[in-house]
């Protein structure tokens, strides 16, 4: 069961330049909508074949997040890449929801 991290734990990773890969799990355009600082787009029926080339490192900082605290695509996406052989995965339960409530920015390409 991978381990939950929290947005403000999330946000001093970023801001310290220590951030974990981040990982959006949802479908392109919600990705294209607006998505974390720097995430990658992985949608969760893709994670199988396309995990190495993200996070080529079993034991890379992988952080996996959705839309909302009720998005149940970062869990799954989580348990993945934990089935895969990855050894440090945490969930972003809240999401871009929890994120955008607090005030902070979502990046668009």
Not at 31 to 59: F, M, R
Not at 85 to 106: C, I, M, P, Q, S
Request: proline letters at 6%; one cysteine or more.
């Amino acid at each position: 069961m991978p381990k939950s991290i929290d947005r403000n734990q999330l946000h001093t990773l970023i801001a310290n330049g220590d951030a974990p890969i981040l990982v959006e799990a949802l479908p392109e355009k919600y990705y294209a909508e607006g998505h974390l600082p720097g995430a990658k787009h992985l949608p969760l029926d893709q994670v199988k074949e396309k995990a190495a080339e993200i996070a080529p490192d079993k034991s890379a900082a992988i952080t996996v997040y959705c839309a909302s605290d009720t998005c149940q695509n970062s869990h799954q996406a989580a348990a993945a890449f934990e089935t895969l052989g990855y050894t440090n995965v945490t969930v972003y339960a809240g999401g871009k929801k929890d994120w955008r409530e607090a005030g902070f920015k979502l990046e668009t390409d």
